[in-house]
């Protein structure tokens, strides 16, 4: 059989770390990216050059992530399958009290980045009928207090992977939006700006999501048959519900 190759954003954490480990033990070359490149070099310590390629850059940095398309090793040069998993909160205030930086650092990340990776790699992708697997999340559906631009960012990624599908239709390319609830990573600890605390505290007795669960999805629809495609896929832990709306009165 032909050995495959993913590239995944964000493999240096969470979602991304595990789902490196779930392909690499499924067969898959894995193109990991991030940028802390030495948590990369762990990873290619661990399986491999042949196994792993560690593609160490910022992904707001278009000109480095063309450089890394462009000096992939021969034999990660084809690509199946792209996992866009980079992405953050960060903060938790109201809008009226939020930081612009932030925001756009966010639209930078999860948007702008997601979309330029995507651009780039279509061509081979469709030559290859490939599939596309974007990490949305709840918050692009669910509004709450606080949500604000990262809750406006996937639910950008989650109709630009529907309509991505339309544009490809008849290509084979398959096209998932994955929207994941509560789960427990790296995650709460970036938004908070480094609140351990308030990280432990968030995930205590709920019984998130974990990373692995997610990988474990992500294989999951990476190896359907060819004919069947994930259009959108919501995952909550048993723990978590939607909750009403509110109202202000006089
Ligand atoms: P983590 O913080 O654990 O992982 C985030 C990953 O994104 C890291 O590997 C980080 O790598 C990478 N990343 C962030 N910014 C950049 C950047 N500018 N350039 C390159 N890589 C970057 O969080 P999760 O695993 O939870 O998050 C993964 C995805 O899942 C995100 O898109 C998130 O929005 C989404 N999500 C998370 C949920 C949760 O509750 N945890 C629920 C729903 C969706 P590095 O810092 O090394 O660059
Ligand atoms: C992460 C899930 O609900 O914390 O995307 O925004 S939530």
């Not at 999860?110 to 599939?131: C, D, K, M, S, Y």
């Not at 998130?208 to 629809?221: K, M």
């Amino acid at each position: 059989m032909t050995t495959k190759t993913v590239w995944i954003t964000g493999a240096t954490s969470g979602f991304g770390a595990a789902t490196v480990e779930r392909f690499v033990a499924g067969g898959w070359r894995v193109i990991a990216n991030g940028r802390r490149a030495d948590r990369l070099q762990q990873l290619v310590e661990r399986h491999g050059a042949e196994r792993v390629h560690a593609a160490a850059f910022d992904v707001r940095d278009e000109a480095a992530m063309r450089a890394a398309h462009a000096n992939l090793p021969p034999a990660f040069a084809g690509i199946d399958l792209l996992i866009n998993n980079a992405g953050l909160a960060l903060g938790t205030a109201p809008a009226q009290q939020s930081d612009l930086a932030q925001w756009k650092q966010m639209i930078d990340t999860n948007v702008t980045a997601l979309v330029t990776l995507t651009h780039l790699l279509l061509p081979q992708l469709i030559e290859r009928r490939g599939a596309i697997v974007n990490i949305s999340s709840i918050a692009g559906s669910y509004a709450y207090r606080g949500g604000n631009v990262y809750g406006g960012t996937k639910a950008f990624v989650t109709q630009f992977s529907q309509n991505l599908r339309s544009d490809l239709h008849g290509t084979g390319v398959r096209v998932t939006s994955v929207e994941p609830g509560m789960a427990e990573t790296e995650f709460t600890l970036v938004r908070t700006g480094g609140d351990q605390a308030a990280s432990e505290k968030l995930y205590a007795g709920a019984q998130p999501i974990t990373a692995g669960d997610i990988a474990d999805t992500i294989w999951w629809i990476a190896n359907l048959p060819p004919h069947l495609n994930i259009n959108r896929l919501e995952v909550m832990p048993v723990s978590q519900s939607a909750a009403g709306l509110q109202v202000a009165r006089d």
